[in-house]
Structures are given as structure tokens and as C-alpha cells.
């Protein structure tokens, strides 16, 4: 039997101030993303995208040593600037083939509504914030060098470094559980078919980048040949 998603009777949106949608967000996000929905409210869109981009680019940075190339002011510029810009293409790019995708599943939802759930379900990812600027005031550019584990000494030092790195993953593996959620109310799909939609979307990313690597590694064989 195919699962359907099994849309309540339509009712106007209980209201929401700023702090119950960040709140609630937490504990009931399909309220949240019904409210946000029904008022278009991008208020903290732009906000929340930047700080995407920054975190995603100040881990990028951690895993390719950039503080053995560059003086800690740099690499933060680096990840203030460019994270920023990227968060933004990123998160527009995904939302639009989330939307796109959808359709095969029969969802609803156009890309400015996918991209408010991307950025509102990341909230809890954003909180890693939290964790990463007392790392970086603490541990400095040793943080984004080679020999990173060297510079984690002594009990709080190690709690810091590896407690922050599982909060990290946490709020991320929580950021991923309310966007399926947002997902599923704003497509209308059921959670299942959701998740199926967050696959898809990827797949469109990675299926065209390693169709292309094949084929260069398939021109480089020939080449060699």
C-alpha cells in the first residue's frame, strides 16, 4: 500500500512572535514551517544562510589545513566573505532542485518556500556558532593547521575541542531531522517521501560531478593508451 500524506483539515496558523518560532522550532517544527508558510516570513533568511556559509567554510578550512597557509585574521576573512557568499548560492541551488525534484513525488512547494525551510531548519546547525568561536579564541589558527590534535592539552582543552565537535554533529543530525519535517509540510508529502525528496535533490548534485570525473578519467586512459 502506498503511503500518502495525510494533509489535517486547513486551519489559519496559530500566531507566532520571533521567539516562539525559534523556540517552538525545536519541539514542534512542522508548526512552525505551517506558520512560516501561510506568512511568507523570510525575516531571518538572509541572516541564517550567512551563518551557514561561514560555519561550512570555517570546518572546509579546518579539513584543509588553511592556517598552514594563511595568518588566523586571513583565514577567518576567508570564511566570513566567501562562506558567506557561498551559504547564499548553496542553500538557493539545493532549494531549487529539492523543488524541482519534488515534482516527481507530487510536491507542492515552489523554491522560495524550500529555501525558507533550509534556512529555518538549520537553526540548530547555526548554534554550533557556540562552540567554534570560543574553539577559535582559545586555540587560534593552531585549529585550522596540520597538527591540529597537537595543540589539545589537558582536560579542558580536550573537552573543548572533541565535546564541541559531538555537539557539532548533534545539532546537525537535528538541523536535518526539522528540514525532512519542513519538507513534508510545505511539499505536502509524507515523511518518507520527504527524505526521498532530500535524496533525489542530492543525487542531481552528485550524479552530473562524478558523470564528469568519469569522463575525464576515461579521456586520461584513453591519452595514456
Same mark, same amino acid.
Given at each position: 500500500?502506498?503511503?500518502?500524506?495525510?494533509?489535517?483539515?486547513?486551519?489559519?496558523?496559530?500566531?507566532?512572535?520571533?521567539?516562539?518560532?525559534?523556540?517552538?522550532?525545536?519541539?514542534?517544527?512542522?508548526?512552525?514551517?505551517?506558520?512560516?508558510?501561510?506568512?511568507?516570513?523570510?525575516?531571518?533568511?538572509?541572516?541564517?544562510?550567512?551563518?551557514?556559509?561561514?560555519?561550512? @567554510?570555517?570546518?572546509?578550512?579546518?579539513?584543509?589545513?588553511?592556517?598552514?597557509? $594563511?595568518?588566523?585574521? @586571513?583565514? $577567518?576573512?576567508?570564511?566570513?566573505?566567501?562562506?558567506?557568499?557561498?551559504?547564499?548560492?548553496?542553500?538557493?541551488?539545493?532549494?531549487?532542485?529539492?523543488?524541482?525534484?519534488?515534482?516527481?513525488?507530487?510536491?507542492?512547494?515552489?523554491?522560495?518556500? $524550500?529555501?525558507?525551510?533550509?534556512?529555518?531548519?538549520?537553526?540548530?546547525?547555526?548554534?554550533?556558532?557556540?562552540?567554534?568561536?570560543?574553539?577559535?579564541?582559545?586555540?587560534?589558527?593552531?585549529?585550522?593547521?596540520?597538527?591540529?590534535?597537537?595543540?589539545?592539552?589537558?582536560?579542558?582543552?580536550?573537552?573543548?575541542?572533541?565535546?564541541?565537535?559531538?555537539?557539532?554533529?548533534?545539532?546537525?543530525?537535528?538541523?536535518?531531522?526539522?528540514?525532512?519535517?519542513?519538507?513534508?509540510?510545505?511539499?505536502?508529502?509524507?515523511?518518507?517521501?520527504?527524505?526521498?525528496?532530500?535524496?533525489?535533490?542530492?543525487?542531481?548534485?552528485?550524479?552530473?560531478?562524478?558523470?564528469?570525473?568519469?569522463?575525464?578519467?576515461?579521456?586520461?586512459?584513453?591519452?595514456?593508451?
Amino acid at each position: 500500500m502506498n503511503e500518502v500524506y495525510n494533509e489535517p483539515m486547513k486551519t489559519p496558523s496559530q500566531e507566532m512572535t520571533e521567539d516562539d518560532i525559534f523556540k517552538k522550532l525545536w519541539t514542534s517544527p512542522r508548526a512552525v514551517f505551517s506558520y512560516l508558510e501561510d506568512k511568507k516570513y523570510n525575516k531571518y533568511v538572509p541572516v541564517i544562510l550567512m551563518f551557514i556559509g561561514i560555519i561550512r @567554510a570555517i570546518n572546509k578550512a579546518v579539513e584543509k589545513d588553511l592556517g598552514d597557509k $594563511l595568518p588566523l585574521i @586571513a583565514v $577567518l576573512a576567508v570564511c566570513v566573505f566567501a562562506g558567506g557568499i557561498l551559504g547564499w548560492i548553496t542553500v538557493y541551488l539545493y532549494g531549487a532542485l529539492v523543488a524541482w525534484t519534488g515534482k516527481l513525488l507530487k510536491g507542492v512547494a515552489d523554491t522560495s518556500s $524550500l529555501v525558507r525551510v533550509l534556512a529555518y531548519g538549520m537553526v540548530p546547525a547555526v548554534c554550533t556558532l557556540f562552540v567554534i568561536v570560543p574553539q577559535i579564541a582559545i586555540f587560534g589558527n593552531d585549529m585550522f593547521k596540520d597538527n591540529g590534535s597537537e595543540f589539545v592539552d589537558g582536560f579542558f582543552a580536550n573537552l573543548l575541542f572533541y565535546g564541541g565537535a559531538a555537539i557539532e554533529v548533534v545539532l546537525g543530525v537535528w538541523s536535518t531531522i526539522i528540514i525532512v519535517i519542513g519538507i513534508s509540510e510545505v511539499q505536502k508529502l509524507s515523511i518518507s517521501k520527504a527524505i526521498l525528496n532530500v535524496l533525489l535533490a542530492a543525487l542531481a548534485i552528485i550524479v552530473p560531478f562524478m558523470t564528469i570525473a568519469l569522463v575525464f578519467e576515461l579521456v586520461n586512459l584513453v591519452a595514456v593508451l
